[in-house]
Every structure is written in structure tokens, then in C-alpha cells.
């Protein structure tokens, strides 16, 4: 992205008024290099992986990230991970209560350097309750290096749907500022909203509201897709219009994937294309591993290219009679709904398709 690398370097603060609060938004931040392409033993054989790759972008984000185990409310966090097996040190950002700076933000991840030309389809992502936006670290910046703006609004509870509201508003006031990095970089003709655990929830629940109300932000407005991991059950697949993904882990105590993810989710989504996959190996905080251990990273990226892109690789994982995931080894449970069974592939896409935000 053309001066992301300078705007990230200096200090600024964005501020916008979000359901009558003022919120600050983004801090000083160091760019975050590129991962290296090549991530030994990250990728086993199958067809999602390539797509746990690093994409061939740049990624710069305006939170730096720190190790949870500087602070107690980390250290908690760690406490649950380590009981789950997970003995890779997690990343925080210094949020509060996992250090002194504000509770309510949104963090960006975003393409930057000469390769970045956008405008960028968008991923509004949501943490889970008590998550840290940098605990999804190795995610967003994959996401973001295949050519995607990650937005990812916290406000500790990260519950319903105001979080997502919050990361929409914020999105629409940086790509709005001339002075900012986002300018006219966003294509609000692909958005996807995603979240982990309750903020899974409250991605199901601006899936079913913005789909119609979106285009009072911007006319382009358009909503591609959902996607959530181990997401919350207060919503219903009923109200949700648009293409979705919904994925469990067989060892997740919290979210267990035959209740509502299955019961009034998946089963409820009869309108548009709808998959649920489970990962055989998944506890509840296995989506904040790194890229090399992650269980959704390659299926989370695929389902993005394959939306946002109609990327011809990716429509192989979900389209057509001979769709490749439920072939990955990775997962024990695969299946789609009849809407999903008939789509065909559309043509890929490279440039956006609507015209740069104002």
C-alpha cells in the first residue's frame, strides 16, 4: 500500500464517533515484515496447501505486537492454551487488560509497498470474549498478504453485533481520509465479516443485518461472504443471506460442533452456499497458533480467494462434484448445503469491481 510504510512508522491517532462513543482507533505501530514464503513443516500435502503460504504482498498492521506473557490477563490466556496442548508463545497487543492502552480499537492489517495497487476486499474479523486482536496474528497476515484489508475491532466483550458495527464504521472513516493509508484502498463491493468464538457470533449477526443496510455506508456496499471458527450460538443460519463457512474443532470443550453450530447454524442456512467443516485435531484456541501449527489457516484463506476472487484453485476446494475438502485428512466432518452443491465457478477475478472509495 503506496506510504503505508511512512504512516505506520509515525505516530497518529484516528478518532471516530461510534454508537455515541469516541474511540481511539490506531496507535504508532512498526511495520510487520513479510513472512517467508517457504514455512517448514507448516504445510502438509492436501489440497489446502498452498494455501497456507504467504501470498506474494507485504503486510503492514498499526498494532505492534508484544508476548502474552507479559501480563496477567496473557498469562490467563496461556494458562487455557497450555491446557489445550498448545505450547507455542501467543502475541498480544497491549489492549487493556493485556497492557495500558485503550480496550476499544480496531486493529489493521493491510497490503503495503510497491506490489500493493488495490483497492483490497475486506475482512471485518471479530476475537472471541476477553480476546487480544494479535492473538489471530498468523490469520490476518496471511489473509492480508493474498491481497486482503483485515480490520479486527475489540472491545474486550466482543459479543453482538456492535463490534462488528464498529470495525464497518471505522473502515469507511479511514478509506474516506485523504491523510490515511486506507485511502480509496477499500473495495466495498467485497466485504466478509468472520469471527472466533462469541466474535463468531456477532460476524453470523452482521451477515444477516448489513447485507441490506450496508449501502447507507457506502453504495458499492456489498457482503461476499461469512466465515466463523468455534463461533457462539446467539445467532441463527436462518437470517444469513450470503455465502458461509462454518468451522469446529472435534476437541473444543467450549463450542462443541454438533450443538447450535450444527443444530440452528449450518442447518438453518438454506438460502446461499453454506459449508461446515470440523478440524480433527482443533482445541478452542488453536486458531491463535502460528502459521506453522495453525488448523485454519489454510481453509480460512481458500474460502476468501475462493469468494473474493473466484480464484480457480480455491473454487476446487468448494465447488463441483469432485470438491476437495472433504478429502483433506485434517478434518473429520465435511459437508455442504444444496445451494453450495449446485453453484458452478465464476469467472476470476483481479481487479476490483467497483470503483476506488471515496
Known sequence: MRKILAATACTAS?????AGATVPVATAAPVQPAPPRSM???????????????????VATNYAPTKCSSSLMGMIMLLQ????????????????????????GVQIFAPFGKAAKGPYPAVIFMPGIGGNPSQYTALARNWASHGFIIAMPFTFWNSLIEV??????V??????????????????SRISYAGHSAGGQGALQAASLYPSTGTAIDPRFHVVSVFTIANGPLALGSTVNVPALVLGGRLDNIVPPWAWQTMWQFNGMQSAPAYFAVSRTAHHLDVARSARTNPFLGVTTAW?????????????????????????????????????????????????TGNPGR
Open 40 to 58: 517448514p513443516g507448516a504445510t502438509p500435502a492436501g489440497p489446502l496447501a498452498d494455501f497456507t503460504k504467504p501470498g506474494p504482498l507485504k
Open 171 to 188: 473502515l469507511a472513516y479511514m478509506s474516506r481520509d485523504p491523510g490515511n493509508p486506507l485511502f480509496r484502498r477499500v473495495d466495498w
Open 14 to 18: 484516528v478518532v471516530v464517533a461510534a
Open 304 to 352: 476468501l480467494m475462493h469468494v473474493a476472487y473466484h480464484d480457480p484453485a480455491a473454487a476446487r476446494v468448494f465447488l463441483g462434484k469432485d470438491w476437495s475438502l472433504p478429502h483433506d485428512k485434517s478434518f473429520d466432518e465435511v459437508k455442504r448445503n444444496r445451494v453450495a452443491a449446485r453453484a458452478l465457478p465464476k469467472r476470476p477475478l483481479t481487479e476490483p
Open 81 to 104: 492454551a497450555r491446557g489445550e496442548g498448545i505450547k507455542e508463545e501467543m502475541t498480544c497487543s497491549l489492549a487493556f487488560p493485556y497492557g495500558p492502552e485503550s480496550p476499544v
Open 164 to 169: 462488528p458495527s464498529l470495525g464497518t464504521a
